[in-house]
Structures are given as structure tokens and as C-alpha cells.
């Protein structure tokens, strides 16, 4: 039976192959593992969940924005207008930096994402042999040993070793395999050696399966002002096609024009309705918040990620790697009487310089306990898991280390008292005790010596990172496959508000409705597996939140591929890396305050300098549609449009929109400056409707039309600059001048290359005119809109109160 497997790179055809249990020291023959590769059982990673460089290019080159140009610039061609197709370059420049800026984050990516233990040991014809972990098959005898990353699901054939599987399941602990015993590809030995027989490689192990669902998976929506932009550029292109027809039928065969005339009237009223600058902007803004987290060694996988980041109201965490630190750290001493804490500090350096550093709880006991020992070593008995203790004799005692509740004699009830309220408080408590056995026996008449307290450290800005975020609004929600008690303890330490609010997730109902209430009662989430992470995070969006979740696992991505912005620390799976918007490459969770405030950046900035954009698009639309109304020819052509945009605009909005400004984000995105943008607009659609009613009487011909219609736009472009620049900064006070002077020198002094003509008495008089007229009437008009802005805010004022 044939079988296509469509998860690869390349997808192949899968042929039934028996199941072998080979011999632990011979493994498979070579005609069995060549049998396995040709019938499609061989070990391959599966197709990535992001983008392939492919698909980056047609995402960006195929747009509904880029079409619409293309169709305008091919008209534009048709007539040999070359001069008019100046509106390309903004489009080509926008497109090009997309593709740029993803294939850099996607090389990044793929630098980073390189196997941990790219090679392994199998056994194949009796012999052992490295290969590359692509090469495995199913059936494979594997040899692992400390420090190896499982690279298929296997069961244990011989031997015996710890494992770690907290990018799985989330928890730190270490658990004990022997022969029988399922190993889950993404998990690592901490220590032991053993041979392990594949079961599940390529498409069907564990890590990959989650890989699969993640990349079938619905990426969250885009941020609100892309997704406001992309709107805007979506209704006006089901409009232009058909208004485009309609002006160029008035133009050509109403006002009898040629259709060299014709056409570029045509795209000129049309292009005047795209924002085809702001995108361009925001593109910019975007890459230059880009380069200033790569500068804080933040990659950025998609750059509208940073605009929804700073918009989150909702922050998911998880416990370890992000509020404390993966390597365990020992917290305290707790001398037991009548023996003081130095004592039992010169017991703990003898004791661990007698041991190996074969797990994190060890190398965490090395570290702290570090110094000369005073005491030689005669036996060792490595710490187990599954007695829960360890031991080393010296010459006069034998110590003794291990799980406290397990190495605890029976009648020492203060002390068990002293070790549940430890344990109660998220520290793992191992207690020294001394015994008059030997190591090989079972541990009789104890006698306690100390209790050692360790914990995984809260990362240092921790405290601080969750506090900026309370002051700012943002919820935290700590979602682990912990404990409860530990994971609130922990997160009470790192100061999160609500941190007593625990739940263990095994206690909540499947249904999202009746989730959904849950999710404000509760801050801490405990014992969830990697499904229910993503069931929390759908119930939070569905209550209208905007959800940010951090993780490093592969047990977050389900989670980290459902919510609106996902942050994955570069030391975790290689999957979450991939899912993920933002990689934290130094696994530091406080340079997420920057991240908010490079969000706030562009979108503060850009909102204020969008109204600019809109201001030409609201009076080209108005202008476009009184000209069809009443039969008016349209004045302006795209290259005069490209002159008052680009210094009205363009150029002003770019130095904007490279501010700081930490500003909190308020009210939506597209009504923000549309409103902002009313007054400009309004003013040039009502001179400019008046100019073209009255420019035979003024003595204007159409050459001249152009030119002062040219003209007032500028002047009213320009007073639009200066309320967007206010309150001045030396930055803006120089902006706003060289705009000015800018515009004045090439209106007057190089007048063909924007198609216009010199003026001459009749036309300066008519430019003197209009241009006095535009002070009172955009005057009028944002006394207006700041009236209504103060009312508007007062009344919200008031509804929150």
C-alpha cells in the first residue's frame, strides 16, 4: 500500500515495511535499512512552519496593492508618459524591502535553528556508526548517552538513563528510563547511557507531528494598522476599476481630450486615492524598529509583530526561561540543630567535590558549594532518581543527599513541618542527612543534618520587566506544566500582581464557554499540557483581548502559533523558534520593554503621520468625483502629484515617524488620522473645486490650471506639515523649513520636470488668491476638528468615570 508524504521538503511515496525488534548489539542489516529508505522510513525534517524564501517573494511581489499599480503604470506606458510613471518607484521600493527583510529574518532563522546533536550513534550490521539524524530509520538501534538531544521517538531496548523533557511537558524534573520505557524526540539525557530502538521518525515522531500542526495551523491576524491599510487599499481597488473607466470615458469622449492627455489624468485622480506612500512609510518605520532590536540581539520573524506587541493587553508566560532562569540555583542552607550553617557548608563542598556534575541539581550544588574539601572520599553512590538519593563515604561517615520527603525518618514531624512549608513556597527540598549504613543498604537511622533549598533563580530584570507592564496596563497570565503552588510562589517572587491566583488546569472543563469566565479569576495555571496552552489562549482572544505568549518549548507551540504576537527564547526548540514572531537571541526577557516601546514608536508616529497621506487621498477622491459630476476636467497628472507629495509628505513624514515617542496607544488606527486628515483635505477639495468652476474667468488656460492647482495644493500641504509638527522641536524646525524652501525652488526654478508651466501674471495672481484664501478656511476647519476632539475626550472622560 502506497502512501504520499506530503510533510517533507520533497514529498515522497511510503511503502509498507514489517516492523523489525533487531538484536541490541547488532541493529539492523544494510539491505534492511536501505529497505526502510527507499519505502520512505528514513529520519528527514519536516517542511518548517514559516515561510520558504519561495513563498516570501511571491507573498510580497503578488499583492492586491502592487496589481493595482502595475494595471495604472501599464496605461501609463501604453501612452510613453515616462515622466508620470515617478509613482513606481515608491511601489518597487516597498516591495523590495519586504522581500529583503523577511529572507534576512528567514537566513537568521535558519542559522540559528541548526540541530543540537546533528549526528548520532547506530548500530547497524553489529557495528557501531555515526551518521548524519536525517539517515536513521525506523528500527534503528540507537546508542544515547548523557547530554543527547533524542533525535525520534524510541522505546529502551538496553541500559538505563534520566531524561529531561521540559521542552515538552514543560517540567524541569528528571525521569528515569529503563528498558520498556517511550523516549519523545525533543527530550534530552541528563544522564546513563542506553540503546533505544526507533519507532516513529520523519513525519510521525512526536516533535515533528507538533511541527506538522503548527504549520497547518491559521497564523493570527495581522496588527491593526496593516490590517487597516490593507482594508483601505482593498475597498479603493474594487473602486477604481470602474471610476478609472468612467474618468477616462469624461475625459477623452466628454471633454473631447487626447489620450495622452487623457490617460494621465486618469491616473493621476487615481493614484491620489492610494496611500501608496504610507505603506512605503510604514515599511521603513518598521525596518528601521527592526534594526534597533537586532542592535538588542531581538530577531524580528515578521516586522507588523512589533505594532501588535504594542498593542497586548494580554502577556502570557511561562515559568522557566522566561520569569526564572533554566539552570537550577541553590537558594538557602537550613541548618538543622545543634549543627551551624558553617558546619554544614564544609560537609556540602567535601560532598560534591566527591561528585560528578551529572544533572542541573548537581552543577547547582557545585557552584554554590565551591572551595577546598576537607574530607576524602572512599565510595560514591551517583544520585538516582528513582530512589531519590545519592550518597559519598568518607573515612569516619557516610552522607547521605537526596528528596527529603523520601530520606525523612519517621517522628521528625518538625521537621516535616519546616519541609511543606518550603516545598509550599516553589523550593525543591533535599535534605543531608548522616547514616550509619552503608551505601549499598537502605538508609537506617538517619540523622538529619540539613536542609538544602533550591529553586530555578527569577531572572534578574524579571521584577522590573512585570512591573513596567502593570504600570502599562498589560495582564500577566503564567501558564506551566508545573505545579500551581510552585509556579504562584514563583511568580509572587517576580512580583506579578495576582500570583495567588493559582488553578491547576487539570481541574478546568474542556468547553471554551465555560473557559472563558475562568480566565480573569485566575493568573496562575498550572499542570497544563501543550493543548490546553492553546485552548487558554483562544478563550482570551475571544474575550476581545490582543494576546502576546511567550515560550521555548515544544509544548508552546500550539500556544505561541495561536496567539497575536509569540516571543520564543533562541535556546529552546528549534519549532518555537520557527513559530514564533520574535526570537529572543540572549534569552532575555527584559528587552521586551523596548520591544513595546519600538511598537509605540511606529505606531504614535505613523498615525500622526499618516493624516499627511490622507489628506491627498480624501481631496483626490472629493475632486475626482466633482469632475465627474459636473464634467470637469481633472487639473493635476501623477508627476505633479509626486511633487506635492513628496514634500508634503513624503519627506516630513519619513523624519516623523523616526522619533521617539513611548506614548500608550489609544482609539483605532484608520479613524485616528482620517479625522486628523479632514481639514487639509476638505480645504483643497472645496479651493480646488472653485478654481476649476472659475479658471476661464481668472484668464487661466488648462497648462496653467495645472500649475496653480500645483501650487495651492503645496501651500495647504505645507500648513498641514506645520499643525502635524507641533509642539516644534529643533528636528521638526528644520524640517518644516527645508520643505518649504524645497518646494519654492523647484516650483519656480525647474518647472518641466513636474510638467508644469511658468506663471504668468494671470496665473501668480490666481496662486496670491488661493493660496490667502486656504489660511482662513484649513484655520476654520481645525478649530473645528480640535473642538470636537476636546468634546470627544471629554465625554470618554466622562463615561470612565
Given amino acids: 500500500m502506497l502512501k504520499t508524504l506530503f510533510c517533507r521538503k520533497t514529498p515522497v511515496q511510503r511503502v509498507e515495511v514489517p516492523v523489525v525488534e533487531a538484536d ?94 546533528p549526528r548520532a550513534t547506530v548500530l547497524r550490521d553489529g557495528r557501531e556508526q555515526e551518521v548524519d539524524v536525517a539517515q536513521l530509520v525506523r528500527d534503528d538501534i540507537v546508542q544515547f548517552s548523557a547530554g543527547h538531544q533524542i533525535c525520534a521517538d524510541a522505546v529502551v531496548v538496553t541500559g538505563e538513563c534520566s531524561v529531561n523533557e521540559a521542552l515538552i511537558t514543560g517540567e524541569a524534573d528528571e525521569i528515569r528510563k529503563v528498558p520498556g520505557d517511550t523516549l519523545l524526540s525533543g527530550s534530552f539525557l541528563v544522564n546513563g547511557t542506553c540503546r533505544a530502538r526507533l519507532t516513529a521518525v520523519g513525519c510521525d515522531s512526536f516533535v515533528n507531528r507538533l511541527t506538522l500542526e503548527a504549520r497547518k495551523g491559521k497564523r493570527a491576524g495581522r496588527s491593526e494598522m496593516m490590517r487597516d491599510l490593507s482594508n483601505l487599499v482593498k475597498y479603493i481597488g474594487m473602486i477604481i476599476i470602474p471610476f478609472g473607466l468612467i474618468m477616462f470615458y469624461k475625459e477623452h469622449f466628454v471633454l473631447g481630450r487626447p489620450i495622452d492627455m487623457a490617460v494621465p489624468s486618469t491616473v493621476g485622480s487615481l493614484i491620489g486615492m492610494i496611500p501608496e506612500g504610507l505603506y512605503l512609510l510604514t515599511t521603513l518605520a518598521l525596518v528601521a524598529g527592526v534594526v534597533r532590536l537586532a542592535r538588542r540581539r531581538t530577531l524580528v520573524h515578521e516586522m507588523e509583530c512589533i505594532e501588535t506587541l504594542a498593542r497586548v493587553d494580554v502577556l502570557c508566560v511561562d515559568k522557566t526561561g522566561t520569569i526564572t532562569e533554566s539552570a537550577m540555583a541553590v537558594q538557602d542552607t537550613v541548618p538543622l540543630p545543634p549543627y551551624s550553617e558553617q558546619e554544614i557548608r564544609g560537609l556540602m563542598v567535601s560532598y ?83 547514616t550509619h549504613s552503608t551505601l549499598e543498604e537502605e538508609p537506617r537511622e538517619l540523622e538529619p543534618l540539613a536542609l538544602i533549598l533550591l529553586t530555578n533563580r527569577i531572572r534578574e530584570h524579571a521584577p522590573d520587566t512585570f512591573a513596567f507592564f502593570d504600570r502599562q496596563g498589560v495582564g500577566i497570565k503564567v501558564i506551566s506544566g508545573d505545579s500551581p503552588l510552585t509556579v504562584s510562589e514563583v511568580a509572587r517572587r517576580a512580583r506579578i500582581q495576582g500570583a495567588e491566583a493559582a488553578v491547576d488546569a487539570r481541574t478546568l472543563p474542556e468547553e471554551q464557554e465555560s473557559l472563558r469566565p475562568l480566565m480573569d479569576r485566575f493568573t496562575v495555571f498550572g499542570r ?142 484608520i479613524r485616528n488620522v482620517m479625522i486628523r486628515a479632514l481639514p487639509a483635505g476638505l480645504t483643497d477639495a472645496l479651493l480646488m473645486v472653485v478654481l476649476l468652476v472659475s479658471y476661464r474667468s481668472l484668464g487661466l488656460n488648462e497648462r496653467t490650471l495645472a500649475t496653480v492647482s500645483t501650487g495651492v495644493l503645496g501651500v495647504v500641504g505645507l500648513m498641514m506639515v506645520h499643525v502635524t509638527c507641533q509642539p516644534y522641536t529643533r528636528l521638526r524646525r528644520m524640517v518644516m523649513a527645508g520643505v518649504a524652501v524645497a518646494f519654492a525652488l523647484l516650483y519656480t526654478l525647474l518647472p518641466q520636470v513636474f510638467k508644469l508651466t511658468r506663471l504668468d501674471a494671470n496665473g501668480w495672481r490666481a496662486l496670491a488668491l488661493f ?20 468634546r470627544r475626550a471629554a465625554n470618554q472622560s466622562s463615561a470612565s468615570g
Avoid at 66 to 73: P, T, V
Avoid at 773 to 790: D, I
Wanted: proline content about 5%.
Fill in 24 to 117: 541490541a548489539a547488532h541493529g539492523l542489516t544494510s539491505q534492511q535499512v536501505q529497505q526502510r529508505i527507499q519505502g520512505g522510513w528514513d529520519n528527514p525534517p519536516v517542511q518548517s512552519p514559516g515561510k520558504t524564501v519561495g513563498q516570501i517573494i511571491f507573498s510580497n511581489i503578488f499583492t492586491w496593492f502592487n496589481f493595482i499599480f502595475a494595471l495604472l503604470a501599464l496605461c501609463i506606458i501604453a501612452v510613453r508618459k515616462w515622466l508620470d510613471l515617478s509613482f513606481m518607484g515608491v511601489v518597487l521600493s516597498n516591495t523590495l524591502i519586504g522581500i529583503v527583510q523577511e529572507i534576512r529574518s528567514y537566513k537568521a532563522l535558519e542559522h540559528l535553528n541548526l540541530l543540537a546533536v
Fill in 352 to 434: 560534591t567535590a566527591a561528585m560528578q556534575p551529572e544533572n542541573d541539581t548537581m552543577e547547582a550544588l557545585k557552584r554554590y558549594y565551591d572551595g577546598q574539601p576537607g574530607l576524602t572520599p572512599l565510595d560514591t553512590l551517583p544520585f538516582s532518581s528513582v530512589r531519590k538519593y545519592g550518597g559519598v563515604a568518607f573515612a569516619d561517615q557516610i552522607l547521605l543527599l537526596g528528596a527529603a520527603d523520601v530520606l525523612l525518618p519517621l517522628g521528625k514531624e518538625t521537621i516535616r513541618e519546616q519541609i511543606a512549608d518550603y516545598s509550599s513556597k516553589g523550593y525543591r527540598v533535599l535534605l543531608l542527612a548522616r
Fill in 528 to 669: 497544563v499540557v501543550p493543548e490546553q496552552k492553546r485552548q487558554l489562549v483562544r478563550a482570551l482572544k475571544a474575550q476581545g483581548h490582543t494576546v502576546a505568549m511567550t515560550g521555548d518549548g515544544v509544548n508552546d507551540i500550539l500556544a505561541l502559533k495561536e496567539a497575536d504576537c509569540s516571543i520564543a527564547m533562541a535556546s529552546g526548540s528549534e519549532v518555537a523558534t520557527q513559530v514564533a514572531h520574535i526570537v529572543l537571541m540572549d534569552n532575555d526577557f527584559s528587552v521586551m520593554p523596548s520591544i513595546v516601546a519600538e511598537g509605540r514608536r511606529v505606531i504614535n508616529n505613523i498615525e500622526r503621520s499618516a493624516s499627511l497621506y490622507l489628506v491627498k487621498n480624501i481631496f483626490t477622491f472629493l475632486l475626482a468625483v466633482v469632475t465627474l459630476l459636473f464634467t470637469l476636467p481633472y487639473p493635476l497628472s501623477p508627476a505633479q502629484l509626486s511633487l506635492v507629495s513628496t514634500l508634503t509628505i513624503g519627506i516630513p513624514s519619513f523624519f516623523l515617524a523616526m522619533e521617539p515617542n513611548n506614548k500608550r496607544i489609544s482609539g483605532r488606527f
Fill in 771 to 790: 493660496a490667502l484664501a486656504a489660511v482662513p478656511l484649513f484655520g476654520g476647519l481645525q478649530w473645528l476638528y480640535q473642538r470636537g476632539n476636546k
